[in-house]
């Protein structure tokens, strides 16, 4: 495969289009947004693609299970390029103030992160109007939901799909070394199940056995022993 390739399916393209319209929302609306999906569909890589882009000026942080109030701030303060201090109050005050030009934060793994932390990002939020997009697999909508001002706050909810058979072809196009023919497209398709992740490497796997066998795609021959 090829290094350091990044193809924009359909989900990428949801997840770049949620964050580019949270991040001109109008005066007066709230600016948090949600993209959620099943495991494995790509929001990680999309969202950091998104923030490592400069002109974007995001920040992406990943929830943890055992984040606590100082650690989580931690992890901002350390983003937005400032030094962690001591104290509850003095680090809400400095993201408070390192976000007066208010930068869009990307929150991934938001399944992970206990609610009373998630009103913390909301506090920071509706004082700073820096735009927060939450990144969240099956079941966080349903969880926020129970979080009513949090879950009222969300101007949008992107619910990102499985892998499609043409985001499959454009990805192979740009991403493979070796051409693949249309029934094996559709196997690995089939045997992923859609999801990005699990199909990526099964192409890995059988390009990776199409050039020891010295052939210059894969077909249905390559699949025996790998699907």
């Not at 709230?30 to 950091?48: E, F, N």
């Not at 009513?148 to 499985?162: A, I, N, Q, V």
Request: charged share 25%; hydrophobic share 45%.
């Amino acid at each position: 495969m090829k290094e350091k390739i990044f193809v924009h399916t359909e989900n990428v393209k949801e997840f770049l289009n949620t964050a580019g319209r949270l991040t001109r929302v109008e005066a007066g609306l709230p600016g948090m947004a949600l993209v959620h999906g099943k495991r494995g569909l790509g929001k990680t890589s999309a969202a950091i693609y998104y923030t490592a882009q400069k002109a974007n000026n995001g920040i992406y942080v990943r929830g943890k299970r055992d984040w606590n109030y100082s650690w989580m701030m931690d992890d901002l303060l350390i983003e937005v390029g400032v030094t962690p201090i001591r104290g509850s109050r003095a680090k809400y005050d400095a993201l408070v103030n390192a976000l007066e030009t208010p930068r869009l934060i990307v929150v991934d793994e938001t399944n992970l992160v206990a609610p009373r932390l998630l009103e913390t990002l909301r506090a920071v939020h509706d004082f700073t109007g820096a735009p927060f997009l939450f990144v969240g697999h099956e079941g966080v909508e349903a969880h926020l939901q129970t979080m009513g001002p949090f879950h009222d706050r969300l101007l949008y909810k992107t619910e990102l799909k499985p892998l499609s058979l043409a985001d499959l072809k454009i990805y192979c196009a740009e991403a493979l070394e070796t051409d693949i023919d249309a029934d094996a497209l559709a196997a690995v398709l089939k045997a992923a199940g859609g999801n990005f992740r699990r199909s990526v490497v099964l192409l890995k796997s059988l390009e990776d056995k199409a050039k020891l066998g010295g052939h210059a795609a894969i077909t249905g021959e390559t699949l025996k022993g790998v699907l």
